[in-house]
């Protein structure tokens, strides 16, 4: 009888936990289909940074407000920041790899107070038996965890779902805005 119990507690409190999920999860679908028209109509008219590296090993970087055009430089990521009050902050980022193997584009957004709660990343790569387009998404509670994340793979520039072996990449993210690499760049930009 104990075990009954104590099995319904538990059924009880996993079902709740996946309700608050489902319905943290709505929120951030709902979030992202308002961004939809904004990034058409507003994306080129948005901030744009830019992070050069150079040296022997590319062990320097730096962020910039505008492209550079030095020859000893590598323009290894671009990010650009959308900022609509009602809904909070996006940014994307576009980052080229060194070797040309791979290129990445995700999109970050942020709440209004700050705080990241979806990634939608995309890379197209040769690092595969053909080349594909990997898809991940990335979704955070309020508390900045991570509740659930999706990854699709494609025959690239398709939508030819494929199984395949490949050299994967992580999704890199910072849980507040005021922590991105170039938010310092952003705010002296001011």
């Known amino acids: 009888m104990k075990k009954r119990i104590v099995f319904c507690v538990f059924l009880v409190n996993h079902l709740a936990d996946?309700?608050?999920?489902?319905?943290?999860?709505?929120?951030?679908?709902?979030?992202?289909?308002?961004?939809?028209?904004?990034l058409q109509k507003e994306r080129a008219n948005s901030a744009s940074f830019f992070q050069y590296v150079w040296g022997m090993h590319y062990e320097k970087e730096q962020w910039y407000t505008e492209e550079q055009v030095a020859s000893d430089t590598f323009l290894y990521q671009k990010a650009q920041l959308l900022e609509e009050p009602a809904l909070g902050t996006l940014v994307t980022y576009e980052k080229y790899a060194i070797s040309g193997d791979w290129?990445?584009?995700e999109d970050h957004y942020f709440d209004k107070?700050?705080?990241?709660?979806?990634v939608f990343w995309r890379m197209n790569t040769y690092y595969a038996a053909v080349p594909i387009t990997v898809q991940k998404r990335a979704y955070f509670n309020a508390d900045g965890t991570l509740i659930r994340e999706l990854q699709s793979v494609y025959k690239m520039n398709t939508k030819e779902e494929i199984t395949t072996e490949f050299l994967d990449q992580d999704i890199e993210y910072k849980l507040q805005l005021d922590e991105v690499a170039f938010y310092d760049v952003w705010k002296n930009k001011l």
């Open 103 to 105: 290129h990445i584009v």
């Open 18 to 38: 996946l309700a608050q999920v489902s319905s943290e999860l709505q929120v951030i679908r709902d979030n992202f289909q308002k961004w939809q028209p904004i």
């Open 113 to 118: 107070n700050g705080s990241l709660y979806f």
